[in-house]
């Protein structure tokens, strides 16, 4: 069964420096989205990503956050000066089309822990 | 505004008793509703989804109920196995994102 994959799984980083997150959806879908977790609360939305472009963003992805599909297969989320309140999960997604219209399909997760 | 409640943070039954977990939204114009099931450590697993045109929804040991005139959404486990232990989120969905609830733990005892 296909399924959204996200690397590294782990990652430890000192505040101020700059971690990409690597996710490869879905090959078939065309909407690819990042998540975050703070432990111990609700997903929140981030970003969303369609045909090369930003399609919606949440107030927490700030000048900070950027997302690039660099190929035809990763789906990346930079951020590029860490704080220490970006420790969190980062979750990628997918779908084959709109979000009100087909599910979202979601990767193992990057523990994120910014020291 | 967007948001998405679940109406008990906790929840504990008996291994082979039905469960229920409720969630409440306040979006009205809502069209798509999931239930997601979250275990330790892993993303948000797919269990079923309904469209605001429906009032039910099976799948395997599972049933989403609907109801918008109070704005309400519950997922039905039957027979709960000890997998079935995790944190469940109803998540509603937006035109390009998903606005999840707080989540419930739910605790099989054997």
């Known amino acids: 069964e296909p399924e959204v994959t996200q690397t590294p799984s782990h990652q430890v980083t000192q505040m101020g420096q700059e971690v990409i997150l690597r996710c490869v959806p879905i090959?078939?879908?065309?909407?690819f989205y990042w998540y975050r977790q703070i432990l111990g609360q609700k997903v929140e939305f981030l970003v969303s990503?369609?045909?090369?472009?930003?399609?919606?963003k949440s107030e927490i992805f700030d000048d900070q956050f950027s997302v690039e599909r660099p190929d035809g297969s990763n789906f990346t989320l930079k951020i590029r000066s860490t704080k220490l309140e970006d420790s969190a999960m980062y979750f990628c997604a997918s779908s084959a089309s709109l979000p009100d219209t087909e599910t979202q399909y979601f990767g193992p997760g990057t523990r994120l822990l910014v020291l | 505004g967007e948001s998405v409640g679940l109406h008990l943070p906790t929840l504990s039954v008996q291994e082979g008793d039905n469960s229920i977990i409720n969630c409440a939204y306040s979006?009205?114009?809502?069209?798509?509703f999931i239930w997601y099931k979250q275990e330790s450590g892993k993303g948000p697993q797919f269990i079923i989804d309904i469209r605001s045109n429906m009032d039910k929804r099976q799948g395997q040991r599972v049933t989403v109920l609907l109801n918008k005139t109070v704005k309400h959404l519950s997922l039905q486990i039957a027979a709960t196995q000890p997998g079935d232990s995790a944190v469940y989120f109803c998540a509603e969905s937006g035109a390009q994102k998903l606005v999840f609830g707080q989540g419930t733990r739910l605790t099989i005892n054997p």
């Open positions: 979006n009205s114009a809502s069209d798509y």
């Open positions: 990503f369609y045909n090369n472009e930003i399609s919606e």
């Open positions: 090959s078939n879908h065309l909407y």
